[in-house]
C-alpha cells in the first residue's frame, strides 16, 4: 500500500546545524495488518506517521500510496485521502466539547446525513459505548469511552488505513487494551498503524518497525 | 462527497454564548429603528405643513419698497400705512384674477406652536371673518367634526392633530400661553392638510398676510408676482410650495438625518468592537475544534464556510427578532407618544430597515479580518502536538 524511498525530513532548514527528524531510509507496508511502529521521544516515528498520512510534507524523498506519488499531491487531494481514505486517531481524543458522543463521530462523516447517524451509532454500539451515551458530551464521558468515540470517528468512512498516534497513552491499563483489541480487529482487512513507546500494547501486532533517531533500527522484529 | 460542516452544531449546543450575540444585535435592531421612528417623527408630522399645505395655500408679505413706496412721499406714519394697505388689496385682487388662484385676501394670522418629538415647528393659522370661513374650509377641504362654526370674536377651528397636540378640548383658550384668553377653540375639524382656521379679535396676532387660496398648480409665488408687477426681494416673505419645500430640506430633513447618522455611526461602531472582540474570543476558544477538521480532510475555505454559515444565521436571527419586536415597540410607541400628541410616523420604514440591515453587513464585513486571520492560522493537530 505504502512504497517509501529515501524519506527524510529536516526541521529547522534556516539553521546551519540542521535537525533531522527522518534520515532517508525506505520502507514498505502492506494493505493490511497491525503495524506498530516504537521507539523514544524524538526517534521519528511520529514524524513517519504524519509523513504518510500527508499531515507533513518530507523535505526530501518518495511516499507512492496506491501507485500515487503523495509528495506531489495537491492539497485538495490531501484533503479528500484524509477524508476517505485515512482515519486518524490522537494522542489525545479532540473531541469537540460542545458536540454530542454520537455528533462527534458523524462530524467526520461522508455522505447523507441519516445514513451518517445510523452507521455512527452502529459503529458506536460496536465498540461498547451504550446508547445513553450518545447524546452525552465528551466532558460527561469516561477518558476510555472519549478515546473509543475518537476511534468510531477515524472508522466512519471505511478508510483503508487508520493511523494511530499514541492512542493508549492517555489511558489505563484495561482501556488501553480494549482500545488494541477493537485496533487489531480492523487491521483484519485494513491498515493500521500504531505509533508508541509502549511495547506492551504491541503484543498482537503483524510487525513492529522500531525506530532510532531518524532511521529504522529494526523490521519485523519480534517483541522481547 | 459531503463536505459541509454544519453551522447548527455549534448554535444549538452553545445556546448561551450565541443567544447572547442573538440579543446583543436584537437589541441594537431596536434601539436603531426606534430611535429611527422618534427623529422621524418630527419629519412625517411636520411634512404636512411643509409640503401638503403650500399646495392649497400660500403667505405673501410685500414690503413697502416692492409696492414702490417711500416714506419720504408721505407726511405722516398713518398716510403710509394707508397707502400700504390700499396696494395689498390692489394685489390680492389681481391675484384673484390669475388662473389657479381661488382667491386672496389681506389678514391676520397666529401661530400655533406644533411639538414634535425632538423640535417644534410654527404653523400658520389665519384669521377672517366668519362668513368667509365656510369657503375657505371647502378650499381646504375640511370637515367640521365636533362642535359648532365659529360665530362671534375670536373663536377657532383647530385641527383634529392640534387637538391632540395641544392636549386641547373645546372651549379651552387656544395657545394660551402667547395669546391669553383671546382664542377660544369653538370646534374641531379634519382636513388632509391639518389646518386651523379662526376670526380675528383685536390686534392679537402673528403678523399681516395675503392669503392666497391655490390649487397645486401654482407652486411658485414669486413668478405669479412678478407677472403682476411685483418684484421680491429678501425683505419680502413669499411662503409657497418652493419656499416651504426648501425649507423642509434644510431646516428639517437634513438636519434630523444628520443626527440620525450620528447615531447610526455610535452605535455601528459601538457594536462593531463588540461584535469584534466576542468573535475574537469565540475563535480563540474554537482553535483546537477547526484544528480537527483541517487534520481528518476539510480545507480552510470549509472551515470558512461554516463560520459564515453560523454569523449569518445568528445575525439572521437579530435581524429577525429585531424587526419583529421594533415592530411591537413601534406599534405601543404609536399609540402612547406619537398618535396621542397628534404626531405622525409610519410603523414600517423599509429605508431604515435597510440601513440596519446594511450596517450589519458592514459588521459581517469587519469580522472577515479576523476570521480569515484566524483561518490562516489553524494548523493540522501534529502542529499542536509537537
Not at chain 2, 209 to 235: A, F, N, P, R, W
Not at chain 2, 366 to 380: C, E, R, W
Request: charged fraction near 25%; glycine fraction near 8%.
Amino acid at each position: 500500500m505504502f512504497e517509501v524511498k529515501k524519506i527524510s525530513m529536516i526541521y529547522d532548514m534556516e539553521k546551519e546545524e540542521k535537525l533531522y527528524a527522518l534520515k532517508g531510509f525506505d520502507l514498505s507496508l502492506p494493505d493490511k495488518g497491525l503495524i506498530g511502529i516504537i521507539g523514544p521521544s524524538g526517534s521519528g516515528k511520529s514524524t513517519l506517521m504524519y509523513c504518510l498520512s500527508t499531515l507533513r510534507k518530507p523535505t526530501d524523498g518518495s511516499i507512492i500510496y496506491n501507485g500515487s506519488e503523495l509528495t506531489e499531491a495537491s492539497n485538495a487531494e490531501r484533503e479528500r485521502l484524509r477524508r476517505m481514505d485515512f482515519g486518524f486517531v490522537f494522542q489525545k481524543h479532540y473531541l469537540v466539547p460542545y458536540m454530542s458522543a454520537v455528533n462527534n463521530v458523524m462530524v467526520a462523516g461522508v455522505g447523507k446525513e441519516q445514513q451518517i447517524r445510523e452507521k455512527a451509532e452502529k459503529i458506536l454500539k460496536e465498540l461498547g459505548i451504550k446508547e445513553r451515551e450518545f447524546s452525552k458530551k465528551p466532558a460527561k464521558l469516561s477518558g476510555g469511552q472519549c478515546q473509543r468515540i475518537a476511534i468510531a470517528r477515524a472508522v466512519i468512512n471505511d478508510p483503508k488505513v487508520i493511523f494511530a498516534d499514541e492512542p493508549t497513552a492517555s489511558l489505563d491499563h484495561e482501556n488501553a487494551f480494549n482500545v488494541m483489541k477493537i485496533l487489531k480487529e480492523y487491521s483484519k482487512d485494513r491498515l493500521v498503524l500504531v505509533v508508541t513507546h509502549d511495547k506492551s500494547i504491541l503484543k498482537d501486532s503483524d510487525r513492529i518497525i522500531e525506530m532510532w533517531d531518524g532511521q529504522i533500527n529494526m523490521q519485523d522484529g519480534e517483541l522481547e | 462527497m459531503r463536505s459541509e460542516l454544519s453551522a447548527w452544531n455549534y448554535i444549538r449546543n452553545n445556546k448561551k454564548t450565541t443567544g447572547t450575540l442573538v440579543v446583543a444585535l436584537t437589541m441594537v435592531f431596536i434601539a436603531m429603528y426606534l430611535t429611527s421612528m422618534l427623529l422621524l417623527t418630527t419629519t412625517e408630522s411636520v411634512e404636512t405643513f411643509m409640503k401638503e399645505t403650500p399646495k392649497k395655500l400660500s403667505y405673501l408679505s410685500i414690503s413697502f419698497g416692492a409696492y414702490g413706496l417711500r416714506a419720504d412721499d408721505y407726511a405722516s406714519d398713518e398716510e403710509l400705512l394707508l397707502a400700504y394697505d390700499e396696494k395689498t388689496n390692489e394685489l390680492a385682487e389681481k391675484l384673484k384674477t390669475v388662473p389657479g388662484i381661488d382667491n386672496a385676501y389681506y389678514t391676520q394670522t397666529i401661530q400655533y406652536v406644533y411639538q414634535s418629538v425632538v423640535g417644534q415647528t410654527g404653523v400658520a393659522v389665519p384669521l377672517m371673518d366668519a362668513a368667509d370661513i365656510p369657503g375657505f374650509l371647502t378650499h381646504m377641504e375640511a370637515e367640521l367634526i365636533e362642535g359648532k362654526m365659529p360665530t362671534g370674536d375670536g373663536e377657532i377651528l383647530a385641527d383634529k392633530n392640534i387637538m391632540k397636540n395641544g392636549e386641547y378640548s373645546i372651549g379651552d383658550y387656544f395657545m394660551e400661553k402667547g395669546y391669553g384668553e383671546t382664542f377660544k377653540i369653538c370646534g374641531v375639524i379634519e382636513s388632509p392638510y391639518m389646518i386651523s382656521v379662526g376670526t380675528p379679535r383685536g390686534y392679537t396676532n402673528n403678523g399681516w398676510y395675503i392669503v392666497v387660496e391655490k390649487d397645486e398648480s401654482i407652486t411658485d409665488m414669486t413668478e405669479i408676482l412678478k407677472g403682476i408687477g411685483i418684484e421680491v426681494s429678501d425683505t419680502d416673505t413669499v411662503n409657497d410650495s418652493i419656499a416651504y419645500e426648501e425649507m423642509f430640506k434644510t431646516d428639517v430633513e437634513d438636519v434630523l438625518n444628520g443626527v440620525l447618522d450620528v447615531v447610526y455611526l455610535v452605535v455601528m461602531v459601538f457594536l462593531a468592537f463588540t461584535v469584534l472582540i466576542a468573535y475574537v474570543s469565540y475563535m480563540r476558544n474554537r482553535v483546537n475544534e477547526y484544528c480537527l477538521y483541517m487534520s481528518i480532510g476539510y480545507s480552510r475555505s470549509a472551515i470558512y464556510r461554516m463560520i459564515m454559515r453560523e454569523m449569518l444565521i445568528l445575525f439572521g436571527f437579530g435581524a429577525l427578532a429585531g424587526f419583529g419586536l421594533s415592530v411591537l415597540g413601534g406599534v405601543a410607541m404609536h399609540s402612547l407618544l406619537i398618535e396621542a400628541k397628534g404626531l405622525s410616523c409610519r410603523l414600517i420604514m423599509p429605508e431604515q430597515i435597510f440601513y440596519i440591515l446594511a450596517s450589519f453587513v458592514g459588521i459581517m464585513g469587519i469580522l472577515q479580518i479576523p476570521i480569515v486571520y484566524s483561518i490562516n492560522a489553524v494548523k493540522t493537530i501534529d502542529a499542536i502536538e509537537d
